[in-house]
């Protein structure tokens, strides 16, 4: 007996699903994570089905290797790892499906096993994306039957509650297998009360006219010049939107100057794209730290370099 599942009409054109799917929230999140690995995610459902990728993205949020997953060659290497990535889960991250997602479910590209799945890591594992709320998805179940016939049915499945209890500023450790939730406190928290015509300065000196940081920064587009500047590189203008009018297209050009960063690893981990394109100064001045903070590291790795190349000739 064949099962597969569709996602029905009226889910995949629902404003909900699409802010959590088509916005790209848990995918840019998973792209973003496992970048460095020279992985990519473009269908969530069948790119995370074999659990190679899947493990690939837990494991470099937690800091440590899932046991017992291997290459996939044949679909039991698939089970293999989706059962090894299920127990690490539940045994480490305490993670628990409750019937909303399984093994099987994930196997057979399940949307509502994988997303709900996925929805549970971002708590757990704070995902510093905002998710929308109250999400319900309509799975169509499409049974292939012995006397060649087939048998459809839809089921209505909750994907998302109340997401504004699991925004908050504190952050999850992975620490020695267990999870423990602290505040974390960086060197940005002491610099939010820098002087905002000292940022424009230096922004200044790269040729980008900023006149008010918000206003100038939240649509994305400056973010972009800034990166491109600072590492070195064109990014094509067919990329992204140069002049954004909606704010699909301005949270486009964020994450697309958050991608870039990432490339340049920079430290994202507390960078929200819609915090950028709300004009949040906190977020915005958080974001220009996060890259004037990769590139002053950068020089200063050069500088030291030349400093030690110099003296072994002397």
């Known amino acids: 007996m064949d099962i597969e599942y569709e996602l029905h009409k009226t889910s995949s054109e629902s404003s909900n699903f699409k802010k959590l ?8 999140w998973i792209n973003s994570t496992i ?15 074999d659990g190679q990728i899947l493990a690939a993205f837990i494991e470099k949020i937690v800091g ?25 889960i539940e045994s480490k991250l305490g993670a628990v499906g409750e019937g909303k997602w399984t093994i099987e479910g994930i196997l057979t590209k399940d949307f509502s096993s994988v997303y709900c799945l996925l929805v549970q890591l971002a708590h757990i594992l704070k995902c510093p994306y905002s998710l929308p709320s109250n999400v319900t ?49 960086d060197d940005f928290d002491k610099l939010f009360l820098i002087d905002e015509k000292k940022q424009q300065l230096v922004l200044d000196d790269l040729d980008i006219l900023v006149t008010d940081i918000c206003q100038d920064f939240h649509n994305g587009v400056n973010l972009i010049f800034l990166t491109g500047m600072l590492g070195k590189f064109f990014v094509p203008l067919c990329f992204y939107h140069l002049k954004p009018e909606s704010d699909e297209e301005k949270l486009l050009n964020v994450k697309l100057a958050l991608q870039l960063m990432a490339d340049l690893d920079m430290d994202m981990s507390k960078l929200n794209p819609e915090d950028i394109i709300n004009k949040d100064l ?19 790795d050069d500088t030291e370099e030349v400093e030690e190349s110099g003296k072994m000739t002397q």
Do not use: W
């Open 21 to 28: 799917n088509e916005n790209q929230t848990l995918l840019f």
């Open 35 to 49: 970048i460095h690995n020279s992985q990519v995610v473009r269908d969530i459902c069948s790119d995370l089905a």
């Open 64 to 88: 440590e290797v899932i046991p017992n997953t291997e290459r996939v060659t044949t679909e039991k290497s698939k089970r293999v790892n989706i059962l090894a990535v299920m127990r690490y």
């Open 137 to 185: 998805i309509n799975i169509t179940v499409i049974e292939k039957i012995s006397n060649g016939g087939v048998k459809k049915k839809t089921i209505s499945h909750l994907i998302t509650e109340d997401e504004s209890q699991f925004v908050e500023t504190e952050t999850i450790v992975p620490v020695k297998h267990k999870t423990e939730r602290v505040i974390r406190a």
């Open 282 to 300: 906190k977020g915005i001045s958080r974001c220009l730290y996060s890259i004037f903070h990769a590139f002053t590291e950068e020089e200063k």
